[in-house]
Structures are given as C-alpha cells and as structure tokens.
C-alpha cells in the first residue's frame, strides 16, 4: 500500500525542507494533540458443533479437493472497524488547516465455530483425530492476529509519524476518512485474508491421506460405510 494515498501534506510555504516554522505550524505543532494511532485484536474463543453429517460439511466448504470428503470445518469471520477523529485548526491568511488524526482501529475474529461431523462421535479415535487437525486451523487464525497486528501498527506509524498533517481548509477530514476507505481498510483486510494461504496448506494431500488411515483405518472404513456411523 502506498502510504500517502490521499491527503494533500505539507507544502512549501509551510515551511518544508527544514525552513524555519510558520505561526501557523507552531500553533499546530505545539498545541494540539499529538497524532495517535490505536490498534487492538481480540479474540472470542470456540465451540464445537456436532449436529451436521460430514456432507454436508463438503457442501458447505464449497472448494473442497476432488474425491475428498470434509470431516471437519473451522469456520470464523474475520472483522476490521476503523474510526477517525481528532483536533484541527484552521489559518484563514494560508487557506489551509491542520489535524492531527487519532486513528483506532479493531482487529477481531468472531468465535470459532469447529464443525466435526456428526458420523465421528465424541470419545472415538477418529473424533479426536479430526478435532486435533481442526484445532491446527484454529491455533493458524489466532496466531496470524497478532502478525496482523504488528504490521498494521507498522505501518500506521510510519504513515503519521506523530505530526498533525495539512491540507486545504475544508478538506483535510474528508480527504482522510477517503484514505481510511479506499486504503487503508481494503490493505488490513487483504492483509487478514493472508492467513487463508496458510490454512489451505495444512488441507493437504498427505494429510487427507493421513486422516484416512489413522485409527487403524476407522475413519475410512465409516466414509467406506464399512463401520457403523456415529448417530
């Protein structure tokens, strides 16, 4: 993402290129509030749903592997709130106002639904096989938050750099909650869909090919309806 999206900055008659500082930087460096950038990630924890036959956990998947049944599914929705607030002031005799964005932003998963299929019964070999493989996914999404995190609050800093920022009267908000918009959000939640990568690789090959021989083959043999399914 290119930091500077948006929002007309400094210029030249405000002192740029180390000048000496206008009255009207002074009163903006020196009075108002310094720019802040607020990020915090919150998990919500998890829940295992048995209720649903494991077929209708490939339906629900939608992008299962060919010839491959869904025994498991963890499912969550990954959710990003930015606000946007802060002090400005205005200087008639420049045409231009200054503000210093205090940005808060929230990096949060809804809770985790781990779905088993129904035919796996809790207490089985092949229950606690496939909720170990779900519970991967699991431990995946909650520690890519943080990555998340740490980039984004990166970022933000390098952006604002703790200075108020300027533009012409009347335009520095709306040019900002642009640059939030069209920016800013669409980058944090690409940046939160990486983790979707990361999942895909433990849906391996050689971990379906796994879970179909572990517990001696029990997990095969209900998919073959070779042994009774749980009910």
């Known amino acids: 993402m290119r930091a500077a999206l948006f929002l007309l900055l400094a210029f030249a008659s405000l002192g740029a290129h180390g000048a000496a500082r206008t009255p009207f930087q002074v009163r903006c460096e020196d009075t108002i509030s310094k720019t802040v950038s607020v990020l915090t990630a919150q998990q919500n924890g998890y829940s295992i749903d048995t209720h ?16 491959t049944w ?7 929705d990954s959710r990003v709130a930015i606000a946007l ?17 205090q940005i808060t932003v929230s990096l949060t998963y809804a809770p985790v639904v781990i779905y088993i299929g129904r035919e796996f019964a809790p207490g089985t070999c092949a229950y606690d096989e496939i909720l170990a493989h779900e519970l991967r996914h699991m431990k995946t999404y909650m520690e890519h938050l943080p990555r998340v995190e740490k980039t984004v609050r990166a970022a933000l800093a390098k952006r604002f750099e703790a200075r108020p920022l300027y533009a012409p009267s009347g335009t520095a908000k709306a040019a900002l909650a ?33 879970l179909g021989k572990a517990c001696k083959g029990e997990i095969q043999n209900i998919l073959a309806g ?5 009910n």
């Open 226 to 230: 070779k042994a009774a399914p749980a």
């Open 70 to 76: 869904v025994l498991g599914l963890t499912k969550t």
């Open 178 to 210: 642009r640059e939030i918009d069209t920016g800013w959000l669409p980058y944090i939640k690409a940046e939160m869909r990486k983790v979707e990568t990361l999942q895909a690789a433990i849906d391996s090959p050689q971990e379906y090919a796994r």
């Open 85 to 101: 607030a802060g002090p400005m002031l205005q200087d008639p005799a420049s045409g231009y106002e200054c503000v210093a964005p």
């Open 52 to 67: 649903l036959p494991y077929k209708a956990l490939t339906v629900m998947k939608g992008t299962a592997r060919a010839n």
